[in-house]
């Protein structure tokens, strides 16, 4: 099929590499503007736009598609479909209605749960045991379209935010390349009201450690929100980030380390940290950083 794609972060560029390897035609990618970036603040095109000119496509990055210019721009591409995949824009209906079959959306949840911006992230922190993506036929409605293929997957009570991530970017590439090959079969399911939820963007006040909160919530913040922002807690003054973690047994004052491990007692129970980061240093585990910084039993974390 002649398509359009529109994407930007690195879960999109696995979709893209799919739909080229499958031999659809692209006819021009959509991407978000370059945004500055590093400590020179230069600006730095998206994961999407630095793959597509890659591979020779032609790339476009409006800023929004208020501009007439742009809309006509668009249509006059003639595709027949648009494949968006976190592309970071709410399109309007003169672009839904573009393409001659519409526009199609991989979203990184079992709609109708999790609609909205970070799915996988409050998929993990709220416990659920499942997640998955979903195909769905976009309107204009936010994440509201009726769904034309979904695949599951478990989350595993090792599962961080990164793992997750790279899960379902591999199922969406592959879902929406079975989509495409199965259009003209397949009728989309409108998505039933029941079990809704949002999926807010995680906000940075979140990811300050709440020790007395249960260690299963303080686990699952933790595991949810790894490796950005990144959970963390305060050691002698100074911000430390928690990657990775697990459940442990143990009990004591909320915010107490209880061994020589990193076991940290939480408001019911106790969570191990299994891989960490000092402010301007890189992830270490555990034992890596306890080599270089006394963290003794008793030491109490804010």
Avoid at 11 to 16: A, G, R
Avoid at 203 to 227: Q, T, Y
Avoid at 244 to 269: K, N, P, Q
């Amino acid at each position: 099929m002649r398509l359009i794609f529109m994407g930007t972060p690195d879960f999109s560029v696995s979709v893209l590499d799919q739909l080229v390897s499958a031999g659809h035609e692209i006819a021009c990618v959509y991407s978000q503007p370059p945004r500055p970036a590093g400590r020179g603040k230069k600006p730095r095109p998206s994961p999407v736009q630095k793959r597509a000119e890659e591979l020779g496509l032609p790339v476009r990055t409006p800023l929004n598609f208020k501009d007439d210019a742009d809309r006509a721009e668009f249509a006059a591409l003639n595709a027949e479909a648009a494949v968006v995949v976190a592309y970071g824009l709410i399109l309007p209906q003169a672009i839904l209605d573009a393409p001659e079959r519409g526009c199609f959306n991989i979203h990184a949840s079992l709609l109708p749960r999790w609609r909205g911006a970070a799915p996988i992230q409050r998929a993990i922190m709220a416990g659920d045991a499942e997640s998955g993506v979903c195909i769905m036929q976009m309107e204009a409605g936010l994440d509201t379209g009726p769904v034309l293929l979904r695949e599951t997957t478990q989350i595993e009570a090792t599962d961080t935010a990164a793992t997750l991530h790279d899960r379902l970017a591999e199922m969406g590439a592959n879902l929406i390349v079975d989509t495409l090959a199965k259009i003209d079969t397949l009728t989309a399911a409108p998505q039933p009201d029941e079990g809704m939820t949002y999926a807010a963007k995680i906000d940075k006040a979140e990811a300050k450690i709440n020790w007395a909160a249960p260690a299963v919530e303080v686990d699952r913040l933790i595991r949810g929100i790894s490796p950005f922002p990144g959970a963390w807690f305060e050691l002698e003054g100074e911000r430390v980030k928690v990657l990775r973690s697990e459940l442990a047994d143990g009990e004591g004052t909320a915010g107490t380390v209880l061994d020589d491990a990193l076991t940290v007692a939480c408001g019911a129970g106790a969570v191990r940290l299994l891989k960490v980061q000092k402010a301007g240093k890189g992830p270490q585990p555990a034992e890596a950083f306890l080599l270089g910084t006394k963290v003794p039993s008793g030491t109490a974390f804010l």
